[in-house]
């Protein structure tokens, strides 16, 4: 019905950059808020970032300042830029949205894995 793909994981040094991409696709009405989770070896998933249908943003407090949700509403699409990364920041990250089918229900990528090396 909607899926969500997400690109642009990979393996960074530490100090170093990736962006993100999730696209949506399905039979969408529209996309309220649009988030990205990630989940470390061992650790629960956990919010990092998100961005509402009006384009209000919220961080968790570990990636303020260096990460930057944004998205493209005609795309469908959000962003996550990742800079200066940290080993901690090694996890799988997963794509979360809000969206109206008009039912409105919640759904998840499939994950994407950004490993950094120290």
């Known amino acids: 019905q909607v899926q969500l793909v997400e690109s642009g994981g990979g393996l960074v040094q530490a100090g170093g950059s990736l962006r993100l991409s999730c696209a949506a696709s399905g039979r969408i009405v529209s996309i309220n808020a649009m988030d990205w989770y990630r989940q470390g070896p061992g650790k629960q998933r956990e919010l990092v970032a998100g961005?509402?249908?009006?384009?209000?943003?919220y961080y968790a407090d570990s990636v303020k300042g260096r990460f930057t949700i944004s998205r493209e509403n005609a795309k469908n699409t959000v962003y996550l830029q990742m800079n200066s990364l940290k080993p901690e920041d090694t996890a799988v990250y997963y794509c979360?949205?809000?969206?109206?089918?008009?039912?409105?229900?919640?759904?998840w990528g499939q994950g994407t894995q950004v490993t950094v090396s120290s």
């Open positions: 979360h949205a809000d969206v109206y089918t008009p039912r409105r229900d919640d759904y």
């Open positions: 961005i509402t249908g009006i384009g209000s943003t």
